[in-house]
C-alpha cells in the first residue's frame, strides 16, 4: 500500500518463536526497511543489527494500548513503523492491540496503511518439537486474566473440554499468576479423561528447546514458566514410545469414532 | 539428529501460505538438503528450482498414509527426505500422516531421525489479510469429513460456539463436498448471533488475495472454495469501518465482559 497517501506506514510483524531461521523473508525485509521499530524489549533484542538511521522504541511497558497508541502516532508522523511481537503478531499479541487502538483513537489512524505480517506462532513451533500433537481440530486459550476474567478463562476451557479439541494454552504461568495453569489442569481433570496426554515445551523453536510428556492426572501446574508451551491433547492423541529417546505425540486426522 | 544412526533422515516442513517470502529460511535449508522431495502436486510446483541430484516424488494421490509410507521407506533406505506441506505440517496436513504411519508401521521407522519443521499456517496468514480476527481465544477446525464423521463435526462446532471462540474453518469446500459450509452456518446460526462477523479470505498470503466479510445471517457456503480459509469471528469481534478502503477486522483481547 506504499504511496496511497501521504502519512506513513504501520507494519505489524512475528518474529517467529526463535531465532532467525524461523523469521519470514518478508517480516527481515520490513524490519530493514523501517525506521521506526516499536514493541516489548524481550523481541526487540532478538532483531538483528540495525542500522544507525534506524530508531528503536523498546520499552517493558505491559500496557501494550500505550505501546500501539505510540506506533500509530509516529506512523501518522510520515515514518515507516514496524511494531515487533514474536511468534505470530496475531494471536495474543500486538496486532489486535493495534487496531483496538485504531477504533478507540484519532480518525486519521483509519486513513494509514497498516499491514500484518504473520510467523510462526509458539504453539506451532511447540507442537513440533513434540511431533503433531495439533494434527486434528484444536483450540488456542491464554491462561492470563489481565484482560478477561478468570471466569470465561474457566468457561472457555470446558467448552474445548466437551469438543475434544486438543488445546494450546498460552501465558500458562508469570510470577504474577503462578497458581492459574494448577487451576487449568484441576478444571480439565474434571471433564477429560486423567490419561489425556499434556505437554510441555519450553523455549519452543531455539536450540535449548526441552519437552516433557505427562498424563492430565500427573500434570503440575509449576512445571510451566512464561517459556513454556502447554499442550492439552485431544482424547485420541497418542504417545509412540522409542527406545532410548524421546517419545512423538500425536493426534490423528482420523477421531471421530472416539466418542 | 544427523549422525545418529546410519539411516537416513526425514524432514516434514511446511512452505506457508504463498510464495517464497512467506517460508521460513529453516525450510528453504532443509529442502535446498533433501535428496528425496514428496508431495502433492499443488506443493511441489511452489518448490524452487531443484538440482538434478534430487528425485522428486509428486502425487496427486489423495491418501496421505501412502505417500507417508513411501516417505519413511526412502528415508530407512538412507535418503534425506523432505516431505512437503503447504502452511504448517502439523495442522491438517502431512505431519500427523507421519506419524500415524510411523505408529501402524514397521518398527525400525521409529528408529529414524524425524523432525518437524513449522511453518506460518493458512489460519495465520487468512488473519493477516483482515487485521486480527484471531486476537483472542480461537479454535480451528476441518470442515473434511473424508477422515471424521459429519457428526464429530457438528459436535466441534457447536462447543466452539458454547465457548464463544473465533472460529477458523479448514477445507470449507470440495467438489465432492459442496455443502459442507452452508450446513455449518447454519449450525452456527443456532447458537451464535447472526451478527457474528464472518470472513472469507482466498488465496491469503498470495498477491492475489481477497478478502469478502459478512454477516453469520447472510455468509453464504458456496461463497468458498478449496483456496478459502473462513473465518467466523467471536461475538466481541469488530470490524473497522474505513472510508474507501476495505474495513478492518479484529477481536479484542478483552472480551470476557461480553458474557
Redesign the interface.
Known sequence: MNGEDMTGKLTIVGL??GG???????VA?AVRRATDLVGYDTYMKRLPALRPDQTVHASDNRY?IDRARHALSLATAGRDVVVVSGG?????AM??????A??TGEPEW??LA?E??????AM??A???A????????????LSDN???W???E??L???A????AIALYNPASTARPDQLGKAFALLRQHKSGETVVIFVRAA?TPEAKLTIKTLAEADGTEADMRTLVIVGAEST?V????GRAP?V????????A?
Chains 1, 2 share one sequence.
Open positions: 517467529g518463536p532467525p531461521e524461523l523469521t519470514t523473508p518478508a525485509v501494550e505470530d503478531p496475531g494471536v495474543f496486532a489486535a492491540a493495534v487496531f483496538e485504531v477504533e483509519r486513513e497498516i500484518v505480517q504473520p510467523g510462526v506462532s506451532l513451533a507442537a513440533a518439537e511431533g503433531a500433537p495439533l494434527g486434528g481440530d484444536f483450540c488456542a486459550i491464554s484482560l478477561k476474567s471466569g470465561t478463562i468457561w472457555r470446558i467448552s474445548a466437551q469438543g475434544d479439541f523453536g497418542r509412540i514410545p522409542r527406545v512423538w500425536y493426534t490423528p486426522r482420523s477421531e471421530g469414532a466418542r
